[in-house]
């Protein structure tokens, strides 16, 4: 119940008695305990207080009932009175007294994250959150531990962030492994536009650093120890473990990807849980382990793609049940995974410069140079991947456009414009040509301002995109649109758009280490270095007409379907 006006002391009641929590299932009440349901199974009807609700795990085994309620005794005094101090600390906290210096770093609390939220269960996260205090090292400052702060940061990603293609609802983050928890604080911290809450993201990648060591090298500390005894058996509770452990390395991996050295190391440890988990027949699985595998190949092929490197994973999964993927939101992920898998292992090894080598770079760096020429058979495997990618589009999008308020027809434009980008950052690179130069012939610099510009108008202002992948591409559209600037190539809203993007990579706490401070720091230092431009002309139209089209290896047809006119209609967007 939302309390307003006024402040309840002392433990209260969770919303549901623990038989009912524990069957998932409606705890209705009429007036005192027992709920409905107790009351006709003649059972205990037992109301944990949330401020020990973590602690107690089962109904004790002395009790007794007094009037319909179940009286319990503690096992020991030392118990009672550590239930105590704790009620002490949560009516200090509320008061706003207690020890020096822990109330005034706490982020301001919404009374109504006090009380356990109906649609997810919290079975489960305080016993991880008390085994990630446990192992985190070095130790981290307590507060990040709050049970104000974790449900806040753990509501909002659920509410928030999450655009999973593998995972199909939230039901598989219910009694989160300790990974995957630290995983979800770290992603919610860092995109948080608190920055009381954004500050924190710096404990819970510690956290999840060591969750991840914990799976390789078991714990020495007392209690569960990590990979021995969570990854041997194949009950239930253990095909639980995994999966979350598994989708813990996903999570951590796209918002570490390109930047953080050991991320193909996160992937390869997910793929050979998989292997060695998976249940042999899917159709008796509680999980879905064929959307969990296109996960880690998702992000195996973003991260090989941010350094040109070879993917780890095969194209095709080596357990047969893994390959039959029914969902198409999910075989649209696949289809690009698939098409980029084939065009990374074609021009991989031929030194050309990477995506992260162009968004890292320095002014100063040299990128490096093709070290072999462009072929027959080169031209062959890129026009076919943009033809395979034309395709793509009109298989998922259909033969109509999507309007602004269709979030999936704009989803599916997006990554279209994001791979149609790379594919340009790898053709033209490969030619000989760096991708500002004048060698580039209008036409072709004009296709890739094309993009760059869909690329930034259909993100504006989207809080869901949070991969790193994304992320990094985003901005290196806005790093060619501002090059585009320079050369007086421009439309008059193209100045907006990038700094637009570089006031999102900017809402991140500057405290904090992220890819936002990085990809801010580029995009920040790439204005500030900006020639002066020439006067602006009108806005250019493309594709003119009677242009020469030999040249593009994209479908000019498609291009209609790819820049629908409200994408550049300035009435039909919202300001930043």
Same mark, same amino acid.
């Given at each position: 119940?939302?309390?307003?006006?006024?402040?309840?002391?002392?433990?209260?009641?969770?919303?549901?008695?623990?038989?009912?929590?524990?069957?998932?299932?409606?705890?209705?009440?009429?007036?005192?305990?027992?709920?409905?349901?107790?009351?006709?199974?003649?059972?205990?009807?037992?109301?944990?207080?949330?401020?020990?609700?973590?602690?107690?795990?089962?109904?004790?085994?002395?009790?007794?009932?007094?009037?319909?309620?179940?009286?319990?005794?503690?096992?020991?005094?030392?118990?009672?009175?550590?239930?105590?101090?704790?009620?002490?600390?949560?009516?200090?906290?509320?008061?706003?007294?207690?020890?020096?210096?822990?109330?005034?770093?706490?982020?301001?609390?919404?009374?109504?994250?006090?009380?356990?939220?109906?649609?997810?269960?919290?079975?489960?996260?305080?016993?991880?959150?008390?085994?990630?205090?446990?192992?985190?090292?070095?130790?981290?400052?307590?507060?990040?531990?709050?049970?104000?702060?974790?449900?806040?940061?753990?509501?909002?990603?659920?509410?928030?962030?999450?655009?999973?293609?593998?995972?199909?609802?939230? &039901?598989? %983050? $219910?009694? #989160? @492994?300790?990974?995957?928890?630290? !995983?979800?604080?770290?992603? +919610?911290? =860092?995109? *948080?536009?608190?920055?009381?809450?954004?500050?924190?993201?710096?404990?819970?990648?510690?956290?999840?650093?060591?969750?991840? &060591?914990? %799976? $390789?090298? #078991? @714990?020495?500390?007392?209690?569960? !120890?990590?990979?021995?005894? +969570?990854? =041997?058996? *194949?009950?239930?509770?253990?095909?639980?473990?995994?999966?979350?452990?598994?989708?813990?390395?996903?999570?951590?991996?796209? &918002?570490?990807?390109?930047?953080?050295?050991?991320?193909?190391?996160?992937?390869?440890?997910?793929?050979?849980?998989?292997?060695?988990?998976?249940?042999?027949?899917?159709?008796?699985?509680?999980?879905?382990?064929?959307?969990?595998?296109?996960?880690?190949?998702?992000?195996?092929?973003?991260?090989?793609?941010?350094?040109?490197?070879?993917?780890?994973?095969?194209?095709?999964?080596?357990?047969?049940?893994?390959?039959?993927?029914?969902?198409?939101?999910?075989?649209?992920?696949?289809?690009?995974?698939?098409?980029?898998?084939?065009?990374?292992?074609?021009?991989?090894?031929?030194?050309?410069?990477?995506?992260?080598?162009?968004?890292?770079?320095?002014?100063?760096?040299?990128?490096?140079?093709?070290?072999?020429?462009?072929?027959?058979?080169?031209?062959?495997?890129?026009?076919?991947?943009?033809?395979?990618?034309?395709?793509?589009?009109?298989?998922?999008?259909?033969?109509?456009?999507?309007?602004?308020?269709?979030?999936?027809?704009?989803?599916?434009?997006?990554?279209?414009?994001?791979?149609?980008?790379?594919?340009?950052?790898?053709?033209?690179?490969?030619?000989?040509?760096?991708?500002?130069?004048?060698?580039?012939?209008?036409?072709?610099?004009?296709?890739?301002?094309?993009?760059?510009?869909?690329?930034?108008?259909?993100?504006?202002?989207?809080?869901?995109?949070?991969?790193?992948?994304?992320?990094?591409?985003?901005?290196?559209?806005?790093?060619?649109?501002?090059?585009?600037?320079?050369?007086?190539?421009?439309?008059?809203?193209?100045?907006?758009?990038?700094?637009?993007?570089?006031?999102?990579?900017?809402?991140?706490?500057?405290?904090?280490?992220?890819?936002?401070?990085?990809?801010?720091?580029?995009?920040?230092?790439?204005?500030?270095?900006?020639?002066?431009?020439?006067?602006?002309?009108?806005?250019?139209?493309?594709?003119?007409?009677?242009?020469?089209?030999?040249?593009?290896?994209?479908?000019?047809?498609?291009?209609?379907?790819?820049?629908?006119?409200?994408?550049?209609?300035?009435?039909?967007?919202?300001?930043?």
């Amino acid at each position: 119940m939302k309390r307003t006006g006024s402040i309840v002391l002392g433990p209260k009641p969770t919303k549901a008695c623990v038989n009912c929590r524990r069957l998932k299932m409606k705890c209705e009440v009429d007036g005192a305990p027992p709920c409905r349901r107790c009351r006709h199974t003649n059972a205990p009807c037992i109301f944990k207080p949330r401020s020990n609700a973590a602690a107690v795990q089962s109904i004790p085994e002395r009790s007794q009932s007094v009037q319909g309620t179940l009286v319990y005794h503690p096992s020991s005094p030392d118990q009672d009175a550590s239930s105590i101090i704790g009620r002490l600390e949560r009516i200090e906290s509320l008061l706003g007294i207690g020890k020096e210096g822990n109330t005034s770093s706490l982020p301001t609390i919404d009374s109504d994250l006090e009380e356990e939220p109906d649609d997810v269960s919290a079975r489960g996260l305080w016993k991880a959150v008390e085994r990630l205090k446990i192992i985190t090292s070095p130790p981290q400052d307590h507060n990040i531990w709050s049970y104000s702060i974790v449900t806040r940061l753990w509501i909002s990603f659920l509410n928030n962030l999450p655009l999973l293609h593998f995972v199909q609802d939230q &039901s598989v %983050l $219910v009694s #989160p @492994s300790p990974l995957l928890l630290a !995983s979800v604080l770290y992603i +919610s911290a =860092v995109h *948080s536009p608190l920055a009381e809450l954004a500050s924190l993201a710096g404990g819970y990648f510690a956290a999840t650093c060591s969750a991840i &060591s914990e %799976l $390789v090298v #078991p @714990s020495a500390r007392p209690g569960m !120890s990590g990979w021995t005894r +969570s990854h =041997v058996s *194949s009950s239930s509770s253990d095909e639980h473990t995994v999966f979350q452990d598994i989708l813990g390395l996903i999570m951590a991996s796209l &918002s570490c990807e390109a930047y953080i050295e050991t991320t193909d190391k996160w992937i390869a440890l997910a793929y050979r849980l998989l292997l060695d988990h998976c249940p042999s027949n899917l159709e008796d699985a509680t999980y879905d382990w064929r959307r969990l595998f296109s996960g880690i190949q998702v992000i195996d092929i973003e991260h090989a793609s941010m350094h040109m490197c070879y993917p780890l994973l095969p194209r095709q999964p080596p357990i047969p049940a893994l390959q039959h993927l029914d969902s198409q939101h999910d075989s649209a992920f696949r289809g690009l995974s698939q098409m980029m898998h084939q065009g990374l292992n074609h021009f991989v090894g031929r030194k050309l410069p990477t995506i992260w080598s162009f968004v890292s770079a320095r002014d100063s760096d040299a990128l490096p140079s093709v070290g072999t020429p462009f072929t027959d058979k080169d031209s062959q495997v890129i026009r076919l991947w943009a033809k395979k990618l034309d395709e793509w589009l009109v298989q998922y999008n259909g033969a109509s456009q999507p309007s602004p308020s269709d979030r999936q027809g704009i989803l599916i434009l997006l990554q279209y414009h994001l791979h149609k980008l790379y594919v340009l950052s790898i053709y033209h690179p490969a030619r000989g040509f760096d991708l500002g130069s004048a060698n580039i012939t209008p036409s072709e610099r004009q296709e890739l301002l094309m993009s760059a510009r869909a690329v930034l108008r259909l993100r504006q202002d989207d809080a869901s995109i949070w991969s790193n992948w994304d992320l990094i591409m985003i901005t290196w559209a806005a790093m060619l649109l501002l090059r585009g600037v320079e050369d007086g190539m421009t439309h008059h809203d193209d100045l907006r758009l990038i700094q637009t993007q570089l006031s999102t990579l900017k809402r991140s706490d500057p405290s904090t280490f992220s890819i936002h401070g990085v990809l801010a720091e580029r995009l920040q230092s790439g204005i500030q270095s900006m020639h002066t431009p020439p006067d602006n002309g009108p806005d250019f139209a493309f594709p003119a007409p009677n242009m020469d089209y030999t040249w593009t290896i994209f479908d000019q047809q498609i291009m209609n379907l790819a820049n629908p006119p409200w994408l550049f209609d300035d009435s039909s967007l919202a300001p930043p």
